[in-house]
């Protein structure tokens, strides 16, 4: 059966049944329907929270095989849940772009799956919606007060950085020209779209640790510069606090469920590629508060979400992982050793010797950050035991155990070895995980760290763009701000063909984002864009709805 086949015959629960797994009194619950529900923060118990063990799930370099993190991070928390230990599963919320694009739907696969299938993928509860209101109505008093001629702030409209978003892959709103047609539309300049998963606005979201803390962080977005070189921000347009009424709903996070009912809490979409890549900081503490084990992931591979996850979200809340899951599969390990696409599932040790390097890697950079870890062996009904069996012993060779799970299959019964593991490592772990730098460092310092220990880069390379932007981070004070690096997930650097472990590259760093309300400064590598395009057969054509409401082709 597809996925999507599976989840139709699954028999959900009532969301109030789930909510009672967790103590959650149904009358609180903010209701969407029968299978969706938003939880008030109130729940948020930081002090219980800090003694419940944390478990980040992450991966090796995607490939086009796939390796199956978010189905690896919802099996697991099934197969904890079997071992008898409560949990629940901490997830972001998949984003239109790639569920109409390449990649498709984001509620894990087979027997672990988070449900209602369908919901979660398209509009789910509307939090996408209202980030995307929320940073469209900034760009909207921007342009209006730039017209403005009786309460105008002085802004110099070229050097507005505040772009517009929408949930969509539209390569032909990267660049736009807005307020043309006459002065009673606006004054003309150029400005841009970037997808929502990329809005700073989701960042401030998912950074945020209440109501009042989100208002705060919009007010500390950057817009831009007046005629005189003063720097102006959101809340001198007096726009956060409408910002933050728009998002009142959204901040809250949302309770879903497994096919197996383990409880499931999705919020936020960031992108790890070119946003933080890790759901919301409410909604990781609401899973600790509520369960014994918080199982979450961090987007892409481990040189992405997962080190944003340490340097910045855990930076800032304090939240700290017992364990690493690091998830690989045959098929993606040999593409990495020059395997071709369609030759992925015979056996091909040679390939597998070549491209296990990209594992051993990400193993490194875990150790880096002093951090227990497990790899999880996403398993194929095809695959060969003696490349298993390989994999797992170069692993204790690396002094790191290897588990094979197959939770596609058999959801938390494939994943019941790797809970135990999981369970012993986080128990018996003493590490407490060090971050790649420290804030205070200049900005250049920083990048170099990441690009030099993380990526294996021997060199930065900075644009004339670029140059001038760390100027301008200089001058408004902003030099302490972590950094979110925008590259490629499909490769360690930043040339998406560079597959495997590749080494003595140079990093191109094309220009710096500020991101001062979400509290980070955002380096834009090689050619990524923070608005993405479809590819030339996009998912979205092979979807189609019938008289009944029935969805077909979402995978």
């Given at each position: 059966m597809t996925d999507i086949e599976i989840a139709r015959k699954a028999k959900m629960k009532h969301i109030n049944e789930i909510a009672d797994i967790l103590g959650i009194d149904q009358?609180?619950?903010?209701?969407?329907?029968?299978?969706?529900?938003?939880?008030?923060?109130?729940?948020?118990?930081?002090?219980?929270g800090s003694e419940n063990t944390l478990i980040l799930v992450s991966a090796i370099s995607?490939?086009?095989?796939?390796?199956?993190?978010?189905?690896?991070?919802?099996?697991?928390?099934?197969?904890?849940?079997?071992?008898?230990?409560?949990?629940?599963?901490?997830?972001?919320?998949?984003?239109?772009?790639?569920?109409?694009?390449?990649?498709?739907?984001?509620?894990?696969?087979?027997?672990?799956?988070?449900?209602p299938m369908e919901d979660i993928n398209l509009h789910f509860t509307g939090d996408f919606a209202a980030i995307e209101r929320a940073h469209n109505l900034l760009s909207a008093m921007i342009d209006n007060n730039v017209q403005s001629t009786s309460r105008s702030l002085g802004l110099d409209p070229r050097t507005v950085v505040w772009k517009r978003v929408m949930d969509?892959?539209?390569?032909?709103?990267?660049?736009?020209?807005?307020?043309?047609?006459?002065?009673?539309?606006?004054?003309?300049?150029?400005?841009?779209?970037?997808?929502?998963?990329?809005?700073?606005?989701?960042a401030i979201l998912c950074l945020?640790?209440?109501?009042?803390?989100?208002?705060?962080?919009?007010g500390n977005i950057f817009i831009g510069y007046t005629n005189d070189k003063k720097p102006?921000?959101?809340?001198?347009?007096?726009?956060?606090?409408?910002?933050?009424?728009?998002?009142?709903?959204?901040?809250?996070?949302?309770?879903?469920?497994?096919?197996?009912?383990?409880?499931?809490?999705?919020?936020?979409?960031?992108?790890?590629?070119?946003?933080?890549?890790?759901?919301?900081?409410?909604?990781?503490?609401?899973?600790?508060s509520l369960s014994e084990f918080a199982v979450t992931e961090a987007g892409f591979g481990f040189d992405l979400g997962a080190e944003k996850f340490f340097d910045i979200k855990c930076g800032y809340s304090g939240l700290s992982p017992k364990a690493v899951v690091l998830v690989a599969t045959l098929r993606a390990?040999?593409?990495?050793?020059?395997?071709?696409?369609?030759?992925?599932?015979?056996?091909?040790?040679?390939?597998?010797?070549?491209?296990?390097?990209?594992?051993?890697?990400?193993?490194?950079?875990?150790?880096?950050?002093?951090?227990?870890?497990?790899?999880?062996?996403?398993?194929?009904?095809?695959?060969?035991?003696?490349?298993l069996d390989f994999i797992?012993?170069?692993?204790?060779?690396?002094?790191?155990?290897?588990?094979?799970?197959?939770?596609?299959?058999?959801?938390?019964?494939?994943?019941?070895?790797?809970?135990?593991k999981v369970v012993d490592v986080a128990t018996r772990c003493t590490c407490n995980f060090q971050p790649m730098y420290d804030w205070k460092w200049d900005v250049p310092r920083k990048i170099e760290a990441i690009a030099t220990q993380i990526y294996g880069a021997k060199a930065i390379d900075y644009t004339a763009k670029a140059k001038k932007d760390l100027q301008k981070i200089a001058s408004l004070g902003l030099n302490e701000l972590p950094v979110c690096i925008a590259k490629t997930q499909k490769s360690l650097s930043d040339n998406p063909d560079l597959l495997g472990r590749?080494?003595?590259?140079?990093?191109?760093?094309?220009?710096?984002?500020?991101?001062?309300?979400?509290?980070?400064?955002?380096?834009?590598?090689?050619?990524?864009?923070?608005?993405?395009?479809?590819?030339?057969?996009?998912?979205?054509?092979?979807?189609d709805v019938d008289a009944d409401g029935n969805i077909t082709g979402l995978f």
């Open positions: 009358d609180d619950l903010v209701h969407y329907g029968k299978y969706k529900a938003k939880i008030p923060l109130k729940y948020i118990d930081r002090e219980k995607p490939t086009p095989a796939g390796e199956g993190k978010t189905t690896m991070s919802i099996g697991l928390a099934q197969g904890l849940n079997k071992i008898g230990k409560k949990t629940t599963v901490v997830l972001r919320e998949p984003s239109l772009g790639p569920v109409f694009g390449i990649k498709g739907g984001a509620a894990g696969g087979g027997f672990s799956q988070v449900l969509m892959n539209d390569r032909s709103l990267r660049h736009v020209v807005v307020g043309l047609g006459g002065r009673t539309m606006g004054v003309p300049r150029e400005t841009g779209f970037d997808i929502t998963a990329a809005s700073e606005i989701m945020a640790e209440n109501l009042t803390d989100l208002k705060e962080k919009l102006v921000f959101a809340r001198d347009l007096n726009a956060h606090g409408a910002m933050a009424a728009l998002l009142k709903d959204a901040i809250m996070p949302n309770l879903v469920q497994t096919l197996e009912g383990t409880p499931a809490i999705i919020h936020g979409g960031p992108f790890a590629n070119i946003a933080q890549g890790t759901n919301s900081v409410i909604a990781t503490r609401m899973g600790l390990l040999k593409y990495h050793g020059g395997a071709t696409p369609e030759n992925l599932q015979q056996p091909n040790m040679d390939a597998l010797k070549k491209g296990i390097v990209n594992l051993e890697k990400h193993v490194e950079n875990i150790q880096r950050f002093n951090v227990c870890a497990v790899v999880a062996l996403n398993r194929f009904e095809n695959d060969s035991q003696e490349e797992k012993q170069r692993c204790r060779e690396l002094n790191i155990a290897a588990v094979e799970a197959d939770v596609w299959a058999k959801g938390g019964d494939g994943a019941i070895d790797l809970a135990k590749p080494k003595d590259f140079v990093v191109t760093v094309r220009e710096i984002e500020i991101a001062s309300g979400a509290g980070f400064l955002v380096p834009i590598t090689g050619d990524i864009m923070r608005m993405p395009g479809l590819p030339a057969t996009p998912s979205a054509e092979m979807m």
